[in-house]
């Protein structure tokens, strides 16, 4: 996908609005992740493979990395190794 698709997709719209929610010093994580709960649980399924996939390009070894991001990507990347994301089944039911 070139960057004029990416960033004609509803994913990437989405991916901003939360940019702008994050970037709001008052941001509660854990807030955030009871939230998710709520969800419907086909979408709670659909939600974690998002974050799968998050890991996955983090882990990326051509992933931007400095000190800002660097746990982020480390955390990522020890996720991969450990080799659990391989054996995950996650269907659309």
């Not at 004609?8 to 955030?32: C, G, H, I, T």
Request: aromatic share 10%; glycine share 4%.
């Amino acid at each position: 996908m070139n960057e004029y698709e990416l960033q004609q997709s509803r994913e990437y719209q989405a991916a901003k609005d939360l940019e702008n929610a994050l970037n709001n010093m008052s941001w509660r994580p854990e807030v955030f992740a009871k939230s998710v709960r709520t969800y419907h649980r086909t979408l709670q399924q659909s939600f974690f493979r998002t974050i799968v996939a998050v890991i996955r390009e983090m882990a990326a070894s051509d992933y931007g990395v400095d000190l800002r991001n660097q746990g982020s990507h480390d955390t990522a990347r020890a996720i991969i190794d450990s080799g659990v994301l391989d054996d995950s089944y996650l269907p659309f039911v």
